[in-house]
């Protein structure tokens, strides 16, 4: 599969814990987003890196929220001490930046839910 | 600040009918970028469409057509013959050319959620 995936596909939390969720970009896509999409809203824009650069990041994100891509390949994004309102699907998406296209592949997401 | 707005919430047709999806969006900059996704049941979505917006051509794709205008800022999605398998959360995005010139993050509109029943 060369797909973008995503770890775990589901996690359940309670309330004040910590979660990590990996993402694998497709080989060679230099362009990581982190979207969060909850019940019926659209995915809002979290944070994006170009290789290992954090280039953006939301005001979404709060200081709770870290993420990193420590050689430009993987991504893992950290939620510290979550809270209910955490709940939702996080989704992952890579692209290669090369002229002027720059299309998003989504992964399947991870569903974070807090007790 | 960009926006992009799908004033329809859910639209249910019979199968074989035609049926269009509104996106109307706002953007201070000239040069944007435009695209549809489609999110199955399954979750996962899966990639349409991408318009620039020096491109007001439409574009047919099987039975999918769309329709960009920038006079009225609006970026609509056509099913032509709508088939069951169509059924899914449709979501219109935005994203503004960043310093590549490129398209960068997306801003989506809340979606609308196409039922087609047999």
């Known amino acids: 599969d060369t797909g973008v995936s995503q770890n775990p596909r589901h996690k359940i939390t309670k309330r004040g814990q910590n979660v990590t969720f990996r993402c694998d970009p497709i080989s060679e896509h230099n362009r990581l987003y982190w979207y969060r999409q909850t019940l019926g809203q659209g995915p809002e824009f979290l944070t994006y890196f170009q290789n290992e650069a954090q280039l953006e990041k939301s005001r979404l994100l709060s200081d709770r929220f870290s993420a990193e891509r420590p050689k430009g390949s993987f991504s893992t994004l950290e939620i510290q001490r979550t809270e209910q309102g955490d709940s939702a699907m996080y989704l992952c998406?890579?692209?290669?930046?090369?002229?002027?296209?720059?299309?998003?592949?989504f992964g399947p997401g991870t569903r974070l839910t807090v007790l | 600040a960009q926006k992009v707005t799908q004033a329809q919430t859910e639209i249910s047709v019979v199968e074989k009918e035609d049926v269009t999806l509104d996106c109307v969006y706002e953007t201070r900059d000239t040069t944007y970028y435009l695209f549809w996704y489609k999110q199955p049941p399954s979750g996962e979505l899966v990639f349409l469409i991408r318009r620039n917006s020096f491109d007001e051509q439409n574009e047919i794709s099987g039975r999918y057509s769309w329709n960009f205008q920038k006079s009225t800022s609006s970026f609509n999605f056509t099913i032509t013959a709508s088939q069951v398998v169509d059924s899914a959360v449709y979501f219109c995005?935005?994203?503004?050319?960043?310093?590549?010139?490129?398209?960068?993050?997306?801003?989506f509109g809340k979606g609308i959620t196409l039922s087609v029943r047999p």
């Open positions: 995005a935005l994203s503004e050319a960043g310093y590549t010139g490129a398209n960068s993050k997306l801003t």
């Open positions: 998406a890579s692209s290669l930046l090369r002229d002027s296209y720059n299309e998003q592949f």
